[in-house]
């Protein structure tokens, strides 16, 4: 893409919701605000005028203040432009990595940590098709449903933040991932079918994979060890286990070997009343005919 074919993009980007600074992640508004006074001071060394500046990179002299101010977050292309034109060196570069994890909300970063140092993860959740299995155009189909409603802004940043979960695929080694899936939520045509469609072909691609189990969880079962909400135990491999379930400390992140205990039978127990991994993508595999 040519240099004014950035600026142009850049532009059409500047007011897009998402990146915004979150006033109540105090580590956020930090890293957001450093970063603004590099920009600054790199830009005041080289003796440019913020107007100028705005020109070369491709946003007006508000959003220029606005991110030098801590309060936008810089998207990636904005630092790789600014480290060229201010000739920085890498120094601006560099910072993308922490810019990027700002832009997701606290509590999911905090997560993605946990799932980050796992070697297995089991889980299930009775109410949606798990985060890191969602695509993103189911992810936000599912955000903008919620009321009182999210705000753009805020729609988009969750809708990041899920999209980024999916990284938990992409290591090397990868961790043992298993996934209980409630049937009515592949059936459910959240966001429209052709959604839902594109949903259901992304599990199939999901359960294919070597370190995958994906099991559904059949509407016809007479019991089902999971009425009390969904499941989370993250193992790490030092043998310490982290576990969350709205059954368990209301919810709360729980260690103690007894509540993971309890945890981990439940999920065992739905696992068993589930369908199979092979009759489960079967069981998906009829639901892409039946659209």
Do not use: N
């Amino acid at each position: 893409m040519s240099v004014d074919g950035v600026a142009e993009r850049l532009r059409s980007e500047a007011d897009e919701p998402g990146w915004e600074a979150d006033p109540d992640d105090e580590w956020g508004v930090a890293v957001i605000a450093t970063v603004g006074r590099r920009l600054k001071l790199r830009r005041e060394a080289v003796e440019m005028r913020a107007a100028e500046f705005g020109e070369a990179v491709g946003y007006g002299e508000d959003m220029v203040y606005k991110i030098e101010g801590g309060k936008r977050i810089p998207r990636p292309e904005y630092l790789d432009r600014a480290d060229e034109v201010l000739d920085a060196g890498g120094l601006l570069w560099a910072m993308k990595e922490d810019v990027r994890r700002v832009r997701y909300p606290k509590k999911v970063r905090d997560l993605a940590q946990l799932e980050a140092k796992a070697v297995e993860l089991q889980l299930c959740d009775p109410l949606h098709i798990h985060g890191s299995l969602q695509t993103p155009e189911y992810a936000r189909g599912l955000l903008l449903m919620r009321r009182p409603a999210y705000s753009g802004d805020e729609a988009e940043r969750f809708t990041a933040a899920r999209v980024a979960r999916k990284a938990v695929f992409e290591r090397d080694p990868a961790p043992e991932l298993s996934f209980v899936l409630e049937e009515w939520t592949l059936r459910r045509p959240l966001g429209g079918r052709a959604v839902l469609r594109q949903q259901l072909e992304h599990l199939l691609e999901a359960a294919r994979l070597r370190d995958v189990e994906l099991q559904v969880m059949p509407m016809d079962r007479e019991e089902h060890a999971g009425v009390d909400g969904g499941i989370e135990v993250l193992k790490s491999e030092d043998g310490s286990a982290v576990g969350r379930s709205p059954a368990v400390s209301g919810g709360r992140p729980v260690s103690d070997p007894k509540q993971l205990r309890i945890l981990e039978l439940r999920y065992g127990v739905i696992r068993a009343q589930a369908l199979t991994p092979r009759e489960s993508a079967a069981f998906i595999e009829q639901l892409l005919g039946e659209r």
